[in-house]
């Protein structure tokens, strides 16, 4: 195989992440534990157990799940030959995973449901914007085992908590049903007679799927094709009633649960495997990739990947975009700051200096040791700029005493104390 850039780079040469990936560095990455955090307790809160899955699959996985004609599995995915060519992918996406994940383990069990979640990267080769990525993390959530409205409308209560608790206020939750195998071929034929008429005004993708799966041009961005769009004819007018009912009581979950929602008819999301609800939750703070929350039914992704037939129900979080939104929102954790610094002031003081950090550490203490050199003046610079809370001096004379100098950096206060009380001395010092 022939690679355009050769994967040995001179010695010297600077070498960089990836164009679409990137490094998450301090202090965003304090950003995207609190967010994670914040997500598992919500989770947990409403019985989800996390499932972790492998981060590459056998290409017909997607290719069959997600479907051969998705923007996804035609152009977006990173697709390579093992050694033995066996074709593999890194995953586009979580749901198909879950699924394979949980027919290979047969973890269906009688009439209870299964609340799975996960969190992690995901691969697609977009072209990389703000707020969209090759490689970009996804917090998931799949609930297999009830086709029920209610825990639809009860996972997107969940969302709107784990939003709430996260401080994003600016969102709307749109919705939609694209009905079922039974009601939507009508549909479907309707679609494309329409769209045969319109040929001329559509975009080239548009005439492609208006043949291999016309309910994506339902999905088009391109500005010329939006008018055309508008005039299809509306999926929720074709629903049968079984898929009627469904919509209704889920909207009706909604509302006595007071979550707002707009219904969106040309909401078809661009993966095959729903049906009847589909949901995104978008937010203007995100610019043009704004949205933040995909997701939906997939009743009959368990049989395609030949499993017994299993309900699901789940959506997926793209990470990136909420932090992005934590950040415009001000929420910016900088470095935790120690609550002691080590001032050692020469070898035989560094020494006793790594001993006591041990120490201290397993007392819980959060402190903090330089491995250079330091006079005291310059120790007591580091101490402020990192805003430590107390620095304790270990010089020769406090080694010789064993009394050791504690000084309060708010306000230079000090006393001395023996090793033994440091941790008792760093809350109760000064108070009188
Ligand atoms: P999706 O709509 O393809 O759905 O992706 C869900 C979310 O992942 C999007 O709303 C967005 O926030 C984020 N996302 C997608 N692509 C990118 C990208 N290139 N860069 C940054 N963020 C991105 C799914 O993946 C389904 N598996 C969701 C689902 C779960 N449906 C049922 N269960």
């Known amino acids: 195989m022939e690679f355009n ?75 390579f030959g093992d050694r033995n060519s066996r074709s593999l992918t890194l995953r586009p996406e979580g749901t198909a995973p879950v699924v394979r994940a949980f027919i290979e383990h047969q973890l269906h069990r009688d009439s209870q449901i299964l609340k799975l979640y996960y969190m992690g990267p995901m691969f697609r080769r977009e072209r990389p914007q703000k707020g969209r990525s090759r490689q970009f993390h996804q917090l998931g959530v799949e609930v297999l085992g009830s086709d029920h409205p209610a825990i639809e409308a009860e996972v997107i209560e969940l969302l709107q ?73 509306s999926i929720v007018e074709f629903l049968d009633d079984a898929c009627r009912q469904h919509f209704d009581q889920f909207l009706g979950y909604l509302q006595s649960r007071d979550i707002d929602f707009r219904v969106v008819p040309r909401l078809v999301r661009g ?43 789940g959506f997926a979080l793209g990470l990136e975009r909420i932090i992005l939104l934590c ?45 250079v050199p330091r006079t005291l003046k310059s120790s007591m610079r580091l101490a402020n700029r990192l805003d430590a809370e107390y620095l304790l001096i270990i010089g020769d004379d406090e080694l010789r005493s064993g009394k050791y100098p504690l000084k309060r950096m708010r306000d230079g206060a000090q006393i001395l104390v023996i090793e033994a009380e440091v941790r008792s001395r760093l809350r109760s010092i000064w108070e009188d």
């Open 5 to 79: 850039n050769s994967p040995v780079k001179r010695r010297g040469e600077v070498i960089k992440a990836i164009k679409g990936t990137r490094d998450i560095l301090p202090p965003e990455s304090a950003v995207w534990s609190q967010v994670e955090s914040v997500a598992r307790e919500v989770l947990h809160l409403y019985g989800f157990s996390e499932i972790r899955t492998p981060v590459f699959e056998g290409t017909e996985l997607f290719a069959r799940g997600v479907g051969e004609d998705t923007d996804i599995v035609s152009k977006e995915m990173y697709t």
């Open 161 to 233: 908590l784990l939003l709430s608790r996260l401080e994003i206020r600016e969102t709307e939750l749109l919705v939609n049903s694209i009905g079922c195998n039974c009601c939507r071929p009508q549909f479907l034929r309707e679609l494309q007679a329409e769209l045969a008429m319109k040929k001329t005004q559509l975009c080239q993708d548009c005439n492609r799927r208006s043949e291999t799966n016309p309910l994506r041009v339902l999905d088009c961005k391109v500005k010329s094709c939006q008018s055309v769009i508008e005039s299809l004819p």
């Open 271 to 313: 993966l095959d495997y729903y049906m009847r609800t589909t949901f995104e939750i978008v937010s203007p703070g995100l610019g043009a990739q704004n949205t933040l929350v995909g997701g939906g039914r997939y009743d009959g992704l368990a049989e395609l990947l030949g499993g017994d037939a299993t309900k699901g129900f």
């Open 327 to 371: 950040q415009q929102d001000g929420y910016t954790p900088g470095m935790i700051p120690p609550q002691l610094f080590l001032a050692p002031l020469g070898e035989r003081a560094f020494n006793k200096a790594t001993l006591m950090a041990r120490e201290f550490r397993h007392q819980e203490i959060h402190c903090f040791l330089d491995f």
